[in-house]
């Protein structure tokens, strides 16, 4: 059964702790992406990466990090410095660059600092 | 920064109507993609469109793309309670290397 899984669904972070949020896929696709999405918002780009060991900042990178280590997994690290966290996340992963081939989502982790 | 804009904003209309939401982007692209979003839920693919063409349809969708106004539209034909989410347009600036750029979405809401 192939997808895009992000784990977990929910998350709750106190101010000051990091946190990582999940995302694995089983589609042998090279390139994945983060995206942040607030309330009535469209989609807003994080990081992304073409090939294993690469990635690349988007418009939001600020107070995010990320690793890919394998092709499966693209984890995303919210750190302190990031001042507003609450949001829903959105990891896609897609065969080539995604203006070319359609992107696969996950289903999301919410966000929430307390 | 955003590169699509749809419109309208929220559009509610009866079971079995049609449903066209529009998008309108500032810069030249090469691919304009629709997916659609159930609440809370992660996105969908609809439909691909390549700059070089003007009109596609799969099952009840009919996309239109012009390039000369920067704009594309999206019919769905019919519609079903099933079809209330949100739809958004996205389009691949810079090449598609890196990443989709989404406009902020048309919510959609079907009334049986």
């Known amino acids: ?114 | 920064s955003q590169q699509g804009e749809e419109d309208p904003q929220a559009l509610s209309i009866q079971e079995g109507e049609n449903a066209t939401m529009n998008c309108s982007y500032k810069t030249s692209i090469n691919n304009l993609q629709w997916y659609r979003q159930n609440s809370g839920r992660g996105l969908v693919h609809l439909i691909l469109i390549r700059s070089n063409e003007r009109e596609k349809h799969s099952g009840r969708l009919r996309v239109t793309l012009d390039t000369s106004k920067k704009s594309s539209s999206l019919l769905i034909t019919a519609s079903r309670a099933a079809d209330t989410a949100s739809y958004f347009c996205a389009t691949d600036v810079g090449g598609g290397a890196d990443g989709l750029t989404f406009g902020k979405g048309t919510h959609l809401i079907i009334q049986p």
């Open chain 1, 1 to 114: 059964d192939g997808g895009i899984t992000q784990s977990p669904k929910y998350l709750f972070r106190k101010e000051g702790q990091n946190v990582t949020l999940s995302c694995e896929q089983n589609l042998n696709h090279d390139a994945m992406y983060w995206y942040r999405q607030d309330p009535g918002q469209g989609l807003r780009l994080i990081y992304y990466s073409q090939i294993v060991n690469d990635f690349q900042k988007g418009d939001i990178a600020e107070g995010y990090s990320v690793s890919r280590e394998k092709k499966e997994s693209f984890p995303l690290t919210v750190t302190s410095a990031q001042k507003n966290p609450t949001a829903f996340y959105l990891c896609a992963s897609s065969i080539g660059p995604p203006g070319n081939t359609e992107a696969f989502f996950g289903q999301g982790t919410r966000l929430t600092v307390v």
